[in-house]
């Protein structure tokens, strides 16, 4: 097994857009899954406080562009921008709140681990989501109410709260335990930790995806076009983000992931049975550009890092 932990660590993206396709292909096994999402969720966000550096940490949080500057325009306005944009293209009063609100939820909580898989900055994604989670129980049923007009939805701002420091105090409390009284354990099998991570974030992909094979096979036509819809929006997040963050590539790229990859299951289970079928597709359609944006960047980050590398030696040479 600790062999096995560092193999599945070094192919984590891979093993994520696996879980997608697993998760889509064989709906017992997402429906398995299914119930398991919370305690996946508590695991990644415990082992990446584990895997983080303190220091890196605080560093991170004093800066203002990644605690404060960012996680507002994340939160408050792309929702605004997004969910006016897709109003104005579509008419759609609901198809524009879900993209508003899916907009409008914090980074995911996994996307400190992918960042440390993509050799990203995880403690700046960290810091990220945590400052953007501190907020959004004060904005997003600002979000929800100016695009809800006239529909009977309602996000309680207390029960919102309360998810999340169960969820964030929970496991930051169990990583500082785990940490004073197996401190070299950690120290030592950071990878296996990291194995055990990946995991979490596999069969929660695997569970994510169910109902979704039912959907795409009753209307492949409306499931197709907001899945396209969905990774339109997570690769323009992403480049705005990216594009608007004033630091070196990695930092860029740190922020692009965050930008692009949110925890909408958060919003989503908030909202509970009171949404539409459209919102409750667009939402579980939002889970595969998630999932499998970490394999793409995988691709692409490397390919990218070349081409400036040759932009900047062919200048050096003029």
Known sequence: MHRILPEITRRGPTVLACGCAIGLAIP???????????VMVFIFVLGTLLRINNAEVITAAKNLKISLIFPVLMVVACPYLFGMLSLYLSGNQELSLAIAIAVAAPP????????RMLGLDPSMSLVTALCSMAIIPITAPLILHLFADG?????????????LVVLIGGAEGAAILIRRFSQ????????????????????????TMAGMQ??????????????AIAYGINVCLQLLMGCLYPGSLMSKFTMALNGGNRNVGLLWSALGVSLSPTMALYFACCQLPIHTMPKILQFVLPRIESCLNKLVLSKNRI
């Open 151 to 163: 529909l009977s939805l309602s996000l309680n701002p207390i029960d919102l709260a309360i998810r």
């Open 214 to 227: 039912q959907v795409i096979l009753e209307t492949p036509s409306l499931a197709i076009s907001m899945i």
């Open 108 to 115: 995911a909580s996994g996307n400190a681990a992918v960042a």
């Open 184 to 207: 070299t354990f950690v120290a030592t099998h950071g990878l296996a930790i990291d194995g055990i991570v990946v995991i979490a974030l596999f069969l929660f992909a695997v569970g």
């Open 28 to 38: 017992y096994l997402a429906d398995l899954a299914r119930p398991l999402l919370p």
